[in-house]
């Protein structure tokens, strides 16, 4: 597949621009040996609002002319560089940009077949040869998105199988696709950080329904055979694998296994061959369940460069960070490696720099209002607390002793009217803004019906 590349990469002096974005080995050369060219990786975390945040990465990039083995004639470069590892799933405000102006983001069945590149190099250096049908499914595996689970939230590997082939698979091939699947999980599983819900790489059967319906694969047998070539893969790359001391073929299993849940943002970039550069990621992510129900969490990569350095910070000057921890990604143990350089109520810094640090890491943080803030509606709760106790033991006799009492509430709302300037601020204000509004109706409720309980006993005198 040849990409086209947009006429503004390339500019108007071509012949001083080295053009190696059609060339998949180049961009599987950049995925295997990243810390040969990343230098130093700067991520920045702000929380603006209750449920996502916006993500900043700037990657400082070696000079590649000797990476590249450039022609001499030449100035810059067109690459296609493997610049972060990102989640799967649909991109928001994303955007890229260069030393040379906006990036170009590949299309995800091209990422898939660079990653595949890089997947088979390995297992040749292993010795171990990849088939055709064996490289067709780890190709579809790769750039398997799995829009269906995010609608089918109950949804099962076998109602995916069968929804994409429009009927019900026959028994038999169901019960040899699963036996293949339990052999790959029990391969692949315990090379995974953490298990999301499901992983194409585990369960080589949901790409089937695509290659059948694309004509790749003829019928249910040579699915099965195509399967078969995939598992034989992973045992014959899982016998050479020593985990004790990590070799070629441990780096395949494990790079598979974390392809389940990330890919590698691949952009095509125009970039000086003879000077350091800046490639710029914007990004918004999910924060987890939301800021106010439970703590947030952010994963971050903090190993895929020399050093790497995190910002995290809260945007609403009302709000302060009330708790924070870095976890490894694969259980509950803290981070190894990071070094923590700041630590103030709303801003949080770290960089690692260890060869053994974790790759990927989990932020753990919990949000509150500044105590100042938290102050007041809870003494406007407490004062109307303790005025509706009054009512209920000296009831005034006149409405202007009623009115006296009650005047107060007006201080509730003023505190329930208040704005907070983002959402993030106004989902801390939930709990003081419902003990403020229970305490005002407790008073309004409380002087209502005292008032007219007096009147009725007045009348019936």
Same mark, same amino acid.
């Given at each position: 597949?040849?990409?086209?590349?947009? $006429?503004?990469?390339?500019?108007? /002096?071509?012949?001083?621009?080295?053009?190696?974005?059609?060339?998949?080995?180049?961009?599987?050369?950049?995925?295997?040996? =990243?810390?040969?060219?990343?230098?130093?990786?700067?991520?920045?975390?702000?929380?603006?609002?209750?449920?996502?945040?916006?993500?900043?990465?700037?990657?400082?990039?070696?000079?590649?002319?000797?990476?590249?083995?450039?022609?001499?004639?030449?100035?810059?470069?067109?690459?296609?560089?493997?610049?972060?590892?990102?989640?799967?799933?649909?991109?928001?405000?994303?955007?890229?940009?260069? =030393?040379?102006?906006? !990036?170009?983001?590949?299309?995800?069945?091209?990422?898939?077949?660079?990653? /595949?590149?890089?997947?088979?190099?390995?297992?040749?250096?292993?010795?171990?040869?990849?088939?055709?049908?064996?490289?067709?499914?780890?190709?579809?595996?790769?750039?398997?998105? !799995?829009?269906?689970?995010?609608?089918?939230?109950?949804?099962?590997?076998?109602?995916?199988?069968?929804?994409?082939?429009?009927?019900?698979?026959?028994?038999?091939?169901?019960?040899?696709?699963?036996?293949?699947?339990?052999?790959?999980?029990?391969?692949?599983?315990?090379?995974?950080?953490?298990?999301?819900?499901?992983?194409?790489? %585990?369960?080589?059967?949901?790409?089937?329904? !695509?290659?059948?319906?694309?004509?790749?694969?003829?019928? %249910?047998?040579?699915?099965?055979? $195509?399967?078969?070539?995939?598992?034989?893969?992973?045992?014959?790359?899982?016998?050479?694998?020593?985990?004790?001391?990590?070799?070629?073929?441990?780096?395949?299993?494990?790079?598979?296994?974390?392809?389940?849940?990330?890919?590698?943002?691949?952009?095509?970039?125009?970039? =000086?061959?003879?000077?350091?550069?800046?490639?710029?990621?914007?990004?918004?992510?999910?924060?987890?369940? !939301?800021?106010?129900?439970?703590?947030?969490?952010?994963?971050?990569?903090?190993?895929?460069?020399?050093?790497?350095?995190?910002?995290?910070?809260?945007?609403?000057?009302?709000?302060?960070?009330? $708790?924070?921890?870095?976890?490894?990604?694969?259980?509950?143990?803290?981070?190894?490696?990071?070094?923590?350089?700041?630590?103030?109520?709303?801003?949080?810094?770290?960089?690692?720099?260890?060869?053994?640090?974790?790759?990927?890491?989990?932020?753990?943080?919990?949000?509150?209002?500044?105590?100042?803030?938290?102050?007041?509606?809870?003494?406007?709760?407490?004062?109307?607390?303790?005025?509706?106790?009054?009512?209920?033991?000296?009831?005034?006799?006149?409405?202007?002793?009623?009115?006296?009492?009650?005047?107060?509430?007006?201080?509730?709302?003023?505190?329930?009217?208040?704005?907070?300037?983002?959402?993030?601020?106004?989902?801390?204000?939930?709990?003081?803004?419902?003990?403020?509004?229970?305490?005002?109706?407790?008073?309004?409720?409380?002087?209502?019906?005292?008032?007219?309980?007096?009147?009725?006993? $007045?009348?019936?005198?």
């Amino acid at each position: 597949m040849q990409l086209k590349i947009p $006429s503004w990469l390339t500019g108007s /002096t071509a012949s001083s621009v080295a053009n190696y974005i059609d060339d998949r080995e180049v961009t599987a050369r950049f995925i295997a040996s =990243p810390l040969a060219w990343r230098v130093r990786s700067v991520e920045e975390v702000v929380i603006d609002s209750a449920t996502s945040c916006s993500r900043k990465r700037s990657l400082q990039v070696a000079p590649l002319r000797d990476f590249l083995q450039a022609p001499v004639g030449a100035t810059h470069a067109l690459v296609a560089l493997n610049v972060a590892a990102m989640p799967r799933g649909p991109l928001l405000d994303f955007d890229v940009s260069g =030393p040379d102006g906006d !990036g170009w983001l590949l299309p995800r069945s091209e990422i898939a077949s660079r990653q /595949t590149l890089y997947l088979v190099n390995l297992a040749d250096e292993a010795g171990v040869q990849v088939s055709k049908q064996a490289r067709m499914v780890l190709e579809r595996i790769l750039g398997f998105v !799995g829009e269906w689970f995010s609608t089918h939230k109950r949804g099962t590997v076998d109602e995916f199988v069968n929804a994409g082939l429009g009927r019900t698979l026959s028994e038999e091939t169901r019960l040899r696709w699963d036996a293949t699947e339990g052999k790959c999980r029990e391969i692949l599983r315990r090379r995974l950080d953490k298990f999301q819900r499901y992983s194409a790489a %585990e369960s080589p059967q949901l790409v089937m329904p !695509g290659l059948l319906i694309d004509g790749d694969i003829a019928d %249910e047998q040579e699915a099965t055979r $195509s399967l078969a070539e995939y598992q034989s893969l992973l045992q014959r790359m899982d016998s050479l694998s020593d985990p004790d001391n990590p070799n070629v073929a441990d780096d395949f299993l494990i790079s598979l296994a974390d392809y389940a849940n990330y890919y590698d943002l691949i952009v095509a970039l125009k970039v =000086p061959l003879d000077e350091p550069f800046l490639v710029k990621i914007t990004e918004r992510r999910d924060i987890g369940r !939301g800021i106010g129900i439970g703590p947030g969490t952010q994963e971050l990569v903090v190993a895929d460069a020399r050093t790497n350095h995190v910002t995290f910070k809260v945007e609403d000057p009302n709000v302060r960070i009330s $708790s924070f921890s870095a976890y490894s990604s694969s259980n509950d143990d803290f981070a190894y490696g990071l070094f923590q350089s700041r630590q103030d109520a709303q801003n949080r810094a770290f960089y690692a720099h260890n060869p053994d640090r974790d790759y990927r890491i989990v932020l753990r943080f919990r949000l509150a209002l500044l105590r100042r803030l938290q102050l007041v509606p809870y003494s406007v709760a407490a004062l109307l607390g303790l005025l509706t106790l009054a009512l209920w033991l000296d009831t005034p006799e006149t409405l202007e002793g009623f009115a006296l009492v009650v005047g107060p509430s007006a201080l509730a709302a003023s505190v329930l009217l208040a704005r907070e300037p983002s959402t993030l601020g106004s989902r801390l204000r939930t709990a003081s803004t419902t003990v403020v509004t229970l305490s005002l109706l407790a008073l309004l409720g409380s002087a209502t019906y005292l008032y007219g309980f007096g009147l009725f006993v $007045s009348s019936t005198k």
